[in-house]
C-alpha cells in the first residue's frame, strides 16, 4: 500500500517563506505527475502546482512567481518552495502522485499539512 508522507506545514506571517515536502512510502514500480492542491475552509480544493517526470511543471494563476515546484526524481520527493505567502494562501495543502504499483497506475493524496499565514 502506497502512502504519500507530507511534512513542512505551519504558521508564517505575511511574506514569509514555507517549503512543504512529500515522499511516498510503500512498493511501487514508477511516478509520473506529482503535484499539490489545497483546500480553504468553505472552498473547494484547487489546483497548487504540478511536475511531470519529465520535468514539465504547470502552476496557479494565484501562485505564479511566488511558488516553485521542484522533484529529486532519485528520492521520488516533490517540494513547494511558498514565498511571499499572503493570508489567501492559508489552507490545507495535499500532495498528489500518480503512481505505478502491481495493480497498475493509481492517483493517490497525502493525508494533507496546514498552513497559515497570519497577517
Known amino acids: 500500500q502506497v502512502q504519500l508522507v507530507e511534512s513542512g506545514g505551519g504558521l508564517v506571517q505575511a511574506g514569509g517563506t514555507l517549503r512543504l515536502s512529500c515522499a511516498p512510502s510503500?512498493?511501487?514500480?514508477?511516478?509520473?505527475?506529482m503535484g499539490w492542491y489545497r483546500q480553504a475552509p468553505g472552498k473547494q480544493r484547487e489546483l497548487v502546482a504540478t511536475s511531470t517526470s519529465g520535468g514539465s511543471t504547470n502552476y496557479a494563476d494565484s501562485v505564479k512567481g511566488r511558488f516553485t515546484i521542484s522533484r529529486h526524481n532519485a528520492k521520488n520527493t516533490v517540494y513547494l518552495q511558498m514565498n511571499s505567502l499572503n493570508s489567501e494562501d492559508t489552507a490545507v495543502y495535499y500532495c498528489?502522485?500518480?503512481?505505478?504499483?502491481?495493480?497498475?497506475?493509481?492517483?493517490?493524496w497525502g493525508q494533507g499539512t496546514q498552513v497559515t499565514v497570519s497577517s
Open positions: 510503500g512498493i511501487f514500480f514508477s511516478i509520473n505527475v
Open positions: 498528489n502522485a500518480d503512481v505505478l504499483t502491481g495493480g497498475g497506475w493509481r492517483t493517490y
